[in-house]
């Protein structure tokens, strides 16, 4: 049990993006304490595993839009790569 991750702590990342609860992918990998660059090789190596609608990719409007209202993406700013998304349901 005390490996559980609080209910609180997972609710407090979720977003809504396109009228959908989203998980970012930096915020997943924090959960499950592995690099964000493994998480991602993981979905990619393991595509077949998860619905089409799984991941979306953010456009430059959205990121801009995030990291204008929120803080916490303020990192997010300066990168040149964009977001794949998983999508939780």
Avoid: H, W
Wanted: charged fraction near 30%; include cysteine; proline fraction near 3%.
């Amino acid at each position: 049990m005390a490996d559980l991750i609080p209910l609180e702590r997972i609710e407090n990342k979720i977003l809504i993006i396109r009228g959908k609860k989203v998980l970012l992918d930096r915020d997943l990998a924090e959960l499950y304490q592995v690099s964000t660059k493994a998480f991602n090789q993981a979905i990619k190596r393991n595509k077949s595993r998860f619905p089409k609608n799984f991941i979306f990719q953010l456009s430059g409007e959205e990121k801009n839009e995030l990291v204008t209202n929120c803080d916490q993406f303020d990192k997010l700013k300066y990168s040149s790569a964009m977001l794949n998304k998983p999508v939780s349901k």
